[in-house]
């Protein structure tokens, strides 16, 4: 059973930075994608960054340059670096994990679809 669990949201102004970070039980197994997603009220779940377990990354154009994905394995954790926050980043920000050989060909899309394994959240909030 793969467990999930965020934190590290918060309220900061534009132009700040947050770190969140993901608990996660995926570490044992080989072959994973694991994801940042976020949905802000009223709009579609979407894809923020993901990171497949060769240490590949795929990132929204939106976050490009801004956000940046990252996990330590030793300590089982997933991490997302936010710097130079928008409002429009406000949302509720959720990991995401799938497990099994066809991961490579599905975690570029970022597609919150092609995840198994989720998170509740935390929730960022940008001020302007």
């Known amino acids: 059973q793969v467990q999930l669990v965020e934190s590290g949201g918060g309220s900061v102004q534009s132009g700040g930075s947050l770190r969140l970070s993901c608990a996660a039980s995926?570490?044992?197994?080989?072959?994973?994608?694991m994801g940042w997603f976020r949905q802000a009220p009223g709009k579609e779940r979407e894809g923020v960054a993901t990171?497949?377990?060769?240490?590949?990354?795929s990132y929204a154009d939106s976050v490009k340059g801004r956000f940046t994905i990252s996990q330590d394995n030793a300590k089982n954790t997933l991490y997302l670096q936010m710097n130079s926050l928008k409002p429009e980043d406000t949302a509720m920000y959720y990991c995401?994990?799938?497990?099994?050989?066809?991961?490579?060909?599905?975690?570029?899309?970022?597609?919150?679809?092609?995840?198994?394994?989720w998170g509740k959240g935390t929730p960022v909030t940008i001020s302007s």
């Open positions: 995401a994990a799938r497990l099994g050989v066809y991961v490579r060909y599905l975690c570029g899309g970022l597609n919150p679809g092609t995840m198994d394994y």
């Open positions: 995926v570490y044992t197994y080989s072959s994973y994608c």
């Open positions: 990171l497949l377990s060769d240490g590949s990354t």
